[in-house]
Each structure stands twice: as C-alpha cells, then as structure tokens.
C-alpha cells in the first residue's frame, strides 16, 4: 500500500521567512502525490500535484513542491512565509484500496505557524 | 478549481436521532464521491466510496449500517449518521472527482457533528 509520512507535527517560522514542510512517500511505481491545506473547522484546499514531468511543481498561493525521487520526498515549500500561510498542511498520495477505488491516503498533518 | 458544499456546516443533535450531511458538487458532475471522518488533531480517515447510482463501498471497520451513504445523483451524495451516539462526534469532510481525468479531489468544507 502506498503511504506518506510527514515527521514534523509543527513547522513555526517568522513572517519573510522561506518555509519548508516535509513529506516522504513509499510507494510501488510512480506516485501521484498531492498538498492540500486546511483551515480551522474548514474543509481541505487542493495546492498542488506531482504526477510526472518537471520535478518542481508550482501551485496555488505561492507554494511549490519538489519531487526527489532519490530521496523519496515532496517536501512543500515558499520563498516567503506569510501570516496568513498559518495553517494545517497535509501530504497525500492516490492509492488503489482494497475496495478497488483510487482514494487519497493523507499523511498526518504538519501544522504550520507563521509568526509575525 | 470546482467547487464541493457541505451542509451543514455544523450540527448539534440528541443521542439516539440521526443526522443527515449533503455535500454537492456545485460546477462539475462527481462520479465518485468520498466521505472522510477526522478527529481532532488527526489525519483524515477514509470512511466509504460512492459512485453513483451504486452503493456505496466501505472501508474495513466501518458500519454501512451506521453510517448510511446515498449517491443518488452526479451532483449530490449524503452521509446519515444513524442513531446517533457521543462517540460519532467528529468533523467530516465529503470529497468529489469529476472522472474527466483530473487527479485530484476536490473538499467541502465539512460537518461538524456534536451528539449530546
């Protein structure tokens, strides 16, 4: 089954700052990886998706990601970090369940804090 | 990116009575839509699969009994938590792909259910 970890529960960085969040992926054969944020008691955001092609994908509000096939990662990144970037990221994968359907497995959360 | 409602947005119900959550895909046709459940500060736990017009497909250790799923439409799907009970508590979030191609999933902004 593929699966995705994210080893950090909290990223905090000053506002101007750039921000990385990590993920890293174990899967059989070429992933389809996804960011998607959310917002408190909202639901989630779609950022961007690694499907193939240029290892760095570009996405919404400024967010890139960089495919590392070598080093099994998608860590989520921007130059700059904004107040308002203060939020809960996830890291999914498509996968095919036991019940035959493409579901997204999500990691479990990274929570970012963007401080002033 | 298309767009996914939820409704309602928050629910206070009696143990015992059943809840009914919608989730509507407002400018696309969901071929398949996905009802998740997430407990606070965790990740989201995929609960079943719709396609429409078919039944819905559960995951391992989920009640289909509790937790009834109706896709009677490409634009609508509904999760009814069957006699309620404080352990149901949770945010739950509804999920819909168009089947054009697009890989990711697009959310609603969830439910949050309270059972008193």
């Known amino acids: 089954a593929q699966s995705v970890a994210q080893p950090e529960d909290q990223v905090n960085v000053a506002e101007g700052n750039p921000l990385t969040v990590k993920c890293t992926y174990s899967v059989s054969g070429n992933p389809y990886l996804f960011w998607y944020v959310q917002y408190p008691n909202r639901g989630l955001q779609f950022l961007l998706k690694y499907i193939t092609g240029d290892n760095l994908v570009k996405g919404s509000y400024g967010f890139e990601a960089e495919f590392n096939k070598s080093q099994t990662s998608f860590h989520l990144k921007k130059p700059s970090a904004l107040v308002s970037d203060s939020a809960l990221y996830f890291c999914a994968v498509r996968d095919r369940g036991s019940t035959g359907f493409q579901k997204l497995v999500f990691g479990t959360g990274t929570r970012l804090l963007v401080s002033p | 990116g298309a767009v996914v409602s939820q409704h309602p947005s928050w629910v206070i119900c009696k143990s015992g009575t059943s809840v009914k959550i919608e989730c509507r895909s407002l400018d696309f046709q969901a071929t398949t839509m996905f009802w998740y459940r997430q407990f606070p500060k965790q990740s989201l736990m995929l609960m079943a699969t719709?396609?429409?017009?078919?039944?819905?497909?559960?995951e391992q250790g989920v009640e289909k009994d509790k937790f009834l799923i109706n896709h009677a439409s490409l634009t609508l799907s509904t999760l009814t938590v069957t006699s309620a009970h404080p352990e149901d508590s949770s945010f739950y979030i509804c999920?819909?792909?168009?089947?054009?191609?697009?890989?990711?999933?697009?959310f609603g902004q969830g439910t949050r259910l309270t059972v008193v």
């Open positions: 719709s396609n429409e017009g078919s039944k819905a497909t559960y």
């Open positions: 999920s819909a792909r168009d089947g054009q191609g697009n890989t990711e999933a697009f």
